[in-house]
């Protein structure tokens, strides 16, 4: 098997999960809601969105089929609640004994624990192999192969001979020319940047492929048909999938890449620029599919009709911000100019939802986004475009609702209109509907909030050059471009926004609107950097596996680093590497809390709660340099700066029942890249080393003095012997 050593102590933690829960569905909120933000291996094996990479495909009329590597079983789950008989084989133990408790009460599914290369499959016997983020390490399954694509082919033929006559091979794999590859992020598997880029030179047993290079090994596999869908941001919680045909054929397919932002799992990466302008600008040069993060491959014989497993144009998932009952399926059937919207939960809200049906169809229209058309006009920047625009949305909105009095348009935003190739405006998702009078008013304000909220990085050039400080100055800008004032208003306005967010979101996904209206968009130009902490067991050694990496902005007040772990032992030792680069810093405190699997309640085990605490707990190593004055002020002269802590306390829990979180407040803003400090250094260096020499001089005089002395006393014994 191949067992991630970073992640054993998270699979024994997502093993307790799953046992413990009632609901192990697909869609379990119960499972969703058991993992911090920050455990991205929980969040990958037990999220609902992990099957959004099948859900567009109709299995209808499939009986038997094999997965390869189930992982603890996210996939497996779904395709034994479609019915189907599942045979999913994954080699490392404790994952397969996971996907066993996810699928415990599914009979017809069936968990293998064995290598790949153990195993003889059945020839035309499956009608369909899935293979989900797993083909990428074929030369651990071969490892006799020439090479990684040997590897793959050879698979593929295995694969190929199991299915049945009209059976596929489904495959989701990243893309190692990806976009987010290009914009910094680091490869998924390696945790560095520009390794797939640079062909894994100088790595091996790991490869990811182009596009290109898939339709090569597909043809040396003899696989007589393939088709390709986009998953975006990528194959692991897609939100939304693209078929290659839709792609290639709507000029506007790019606009629903609208505010998906590529992900970096490993590291809180931000690509810092304008995704969505680069997808647009690489679907209208023929070369958005070449750049997608990630693939969905089905291949498969001459006789299959790819029609028919992959019925949709596109399917878009509702953000996982929403409430269970909320999230929605919007899908686009092939040669059908129709919108198809439907629940993944069951539905049971009474709020401001579409009545109470489970799905809204619509017209489809192509064409770009109104919030696309603004952005594109505020960004180049023609603000007098930007302004004609408000105006025509103004008017436009304030008719409809004139001739449609009793048609809720609440849901109206830019965001939600099409603009077709002749100018004409287009609402293509009233999924809410208002059960008050909807004033033109308030949908002006919905519609400047949260294009400035969505949009906040992309516009803060704007906000600069306007000094517009906050959303809610945006918000006043445009109020004032179709002259209604805002100020009576505003309050009524800001209560309602909240009331309709946190009942569709819940308190836990939603900042207060006043708060967000009011927060400062302009800031420093942020200076990140990556801090770490390691931890040690009673044996008192550090290693690589048992260690985590923080990126924070040093530009930001009073930063606070949490890190949060696993450990099978109790943890006797920290260490803590601040930046990767000289500069000053204090520490504020230091804890270290631990709380139960499912408990919301840490309890501090061990804490160093002031700055003279912190001096009088840590050994620095010789990279480091504390102050008396100021105080609590450290210099790293380099990026192997440390401080050790060595810790004392009570801990009678057993470790690998819950999650240990450290908490590092850093005091205000880190100063970086002094090397002046050095100077310190070496002058406190120099200074020793010269007091030193003084005192040695000194004592070498002394005794010179004192050798000096016995000789004149023996000198003087010796007249006296004699005299």
């Not at 109206?412 to 008050?436: K, M």
């Not at 200076?527 to 902005?553: E, G, P």
Request: charged residues 25%.
């Amino acid at each position: 098997g191949f067992n991630d050593p970073d992640g054993e102590a998270s699979e024994r933690f997502i093993k307790k999960v799953v046992a413990e829960a009632k609901d192990i569905s697909s869609i379990s909120v119960e499972l969703e809601s058991s993992y911090p933000e920050w455990d991205w291996i929980a969040e990958y094996h037990l999220s609902s969105k992990r099957a959004n990479i099948i859900r567009g495909l109709d299995l209808t009329g499939m009986n038997r089929v094999l997965e390869i590597g189930c992982g603890c079983g996210a996939i497996t789950r779904y395709l034994g609640e479609k019915g189907l008989k599942v045979e999913s084989v994954e080699g490392a133990e404790r994952r397969a004994e996971i996907a066993q408790l996810r699928c415990r009460d599914l009979d017809h599914v069936h968990i293998i624990n064995a290598n790949f290369n153990d195993l003889t499959l059945p020839d035309h016997t499956y009608d369909a192999v899935f293979v989900i983020g797993v083909i990428e390490y074929a030369q651990k399954f071969f490892s006799g192969a020439v090479s990684d694509e040997d590897a793959v082919v050879e698979i593929l033929k295995l694969l190929k001979r199991a299915l049945t006559e009209k059976g596929v091979i489904v495959i989701a794999i990243e893309n190692r020319h990806g976009l987010k590859y290009w914009l910094g992020a680091t490869e998924d598997h390696y945790g560095k940047p520009y390794v797939g880029l640079c062909d894994y030179w100088g790595q091996a047993g790991i490869k990811t492929y182009t596009k290109s290079e898939w339709e090569v090994m597909l043809g040396h596999a003899g696989v007589k048909k393939w088709h390709f869908q986009f998953p975006f941001p990528d194959y692991k919680l897609p939100q939304v999938v693209l078929d290659q045909n839709f792609i290639d054929h709507d000029e506007y397919a790019y606009s629903m890449l609208y505010r998906i932002n590529s992900r970096d799992y490993l590291t809180p990466w931000q690509s810092g620029v304008n995704e969505f302008a680069i997808w647009k600008s690489l679907h209208r040069s023929g070369e958005l599919k070449k750049f997608a993060n990630s693939f969905l491959i089905l291949a498969g014989t001459e006789s299959v009709d790819f029609n028919d497993i992959l019925p949709v144009d596109f399917i878009y998932f509702s953000g996982g911000s929403r409430k269970p009952e909320y999230r929605t399926i919007t899908s686009k059937s092939k040669n059908k100019e129709m919108i198809q919207k439907k629940n993944i939960w069951p539905q049971n809200g009474t709020s401001e939802k579409f009545n109470d049906q489970q799905s809204l169809d619509t017209s489809y229209i192509s064409g770009s986004l109104l919030s696309t058309i603004w952005l594109e006009a505020i960004l180049n920047p023609d603000p007098a475009r930007y302004e004609a625009l408000v105006r025509q949305y103004d008017r436009f909105i304030r008719n409809n609702i004139k001739k449609n009095p009793n048609v809720s348009l609440l849901d109206a935003l830019p965001s939600n209109i099409v603009v077709d190739n002749a100018g004409e405006y287009h609402i293509i998702d009233q999924e809410w509907r208002s059960r008050s009078q909807l004033k033109p008013e308030f949908l002006l304000f919905r519609s400047f909030f949260w294009f400035a909220n969505h949009n906040q990085d992309l516009l803060s050039s704007f906000f600069q050059i306007n000094e517009i400080s906050c959303i809610l100055e945006f918000v006043e800008y445009g109020f004032k471009i179709v002259s209604v004032p805002l100020k009576p208003l505003l309050t009524n306005f800001i209560a309602r926004e909240e009331k309709i967010q946190f009942s569709v979101s819940g308190q836990k996904h939603v900042s207060p609107i006043h708060q967000v209206l009011t927060s400062p968009t302009i800031e420093l130009p942020n200076k990140i950097v990556c801090s770490k902490l390691s931890w040690a067991t009673d044996s008192h050694i550090f290693r690589d596996t048992n260690s985590r990496k923080l990126f924070y902005n040093s530009t930001a007040s009073h930063p606070k680093l949490m890190y949060r772990f696993v450990s099978d032992e109790r943890i006797a030792m920290l260490r803590f590497q601040p930046f990767t680069e000289a500069g000053f810093f204090k520490i504020n405190k230091v804890s270290l809390s631990w709380r139960k699997a499912m408990s919301p309640d840490p309890k501090v085990v061990w804490w160093a709660k002031s700055k003279k605490d912190i001096l009088s707990k840590a050994k620095l190593n010789r990279a480091l340099l504390s102050f008396i004055k100021p105080d609590g002020v450290f210099y790293a002269s380099s990026g192997n700066a440390t401080l050790d802590f060595k810790l004392d306390y009570p801990f009678k829990e057993k470790p690998a029942d819950g999650i240990f979180e450290c908490t590092i407040e850093m005091g205000n803003n880190p100063s970086l890249g002094h090397f002046w400090g050095n100077d310190i250094i070496m002058k406190t260096t120099n200074d020793i080393e010269t007091k030193n020499a003084e005192k040695i001089n000194q004592i070498s005089e002394d005794l010179s003095k004192k050798r000096k002395e016995v000789e004149l006393l023996k000198a003087k014994a010796k007249n006296d012997q004699y005299g």
